[in-house]
T-cell receptor, first 110, second 115 residues
């Protein structure tokens, strides 16, 4: 069965410091991994997906199949990065039927 | 496009009452999902539909929960009777099945409080 683990419910960093939000998964097949973000008073929205290999708002995430991880990283945190971040997994193409982790609330301290 | 539309935004009800949450997916999307968000469990998938057909309802907590999608532009999630432990934010999301470039689009959610 698929499972997504985000070990940190809360994470605080100072502005300008590096940030890493951890995500580990378990899935028997080839997963598709995503990061979704929810800013205050906004909808949950897609931040990035591993197949795109892109950097969005300075964030990157590399799929490490050996460690079954998909950690989200940013070298220099900004105040506007404060939000709730969810790691999600899909076992099918097309982002159908996503399974989410419990989320990490990131607070960037000015 | 207004995106996924959910109503009501907030619902406060007493234990034992019936609650109906509504969702209008993005026009043209053919997959619809209902999620529940709580502090302890994060986002849990309750049920999802492809082309109006329920595909997986294994996440529905109990028989008190039911969901319907009578047509491509409308879905409901009903709780009868409601209990205090049902208090959560319920999200509806839609996407285009089979499209690699179609992420889930979420509504603003319905915050349910059962007293």
């Amino acid at each position: 069965a698929q499972r997504v683990t985000q070990p940190e419910k809360l994470l605080s960093v100072f502005k300008g410091a590096p940030v890493e939000l951890k995500c580990n998964y378990s899935y028997s097949g080839s997963p598709e991994l995503f990061w979704y973000v929810q800013y205050s008073r906004q909808r949950l929205q897609l931040l990035l997906r591993h197949i795109s290999r892109e950097s969005i708002k300075g964030f990157t995430a590399d799929l490490n199949k050996g460690e079954t991880s998909f950690h989200l990283k940013k070298p220099f945190a900004q105040e506007e990065d404060s939000a709730m971040y969810y790691c999600a997994l899909s076992g099918l193409t097309g982002a159908n039927n996503l399974f989410f982790g419990t989320g990490t609330r990131l607070t960037v301290i000015p | 496009d207004a995106g996924v539309i959910q109503s009501p935004r907030h619902e406060v009800t007493e234990m034992g009452q019936e609650v109906t949450l509504r969702c209008k997916p993005i026009s043209g999307h053919n997959s619809l999902f209902w999620y529940r968000q709580t502090m302890m469990r994060g986002l849990e998938l309750l049920i999802y539909f492809n082309n109006n057909v329920p595909i997986d309802d294994s996440g529905m907590p109990e028989d008190r929960f039911s969901a319907k999608m009578p047509n491509a532009s409308f879905s409901t999630l009903k709780i009868q009777p409601s209990e205090p432990r049902d208090s959560a934010v319920y999200f509806c999301a839609s996407s285009l099945l089979g499209s690699l470039n179609s992420p889930l689009h979420f509504g603003n959610g319905t915050r349910l409080t059962v007293t």
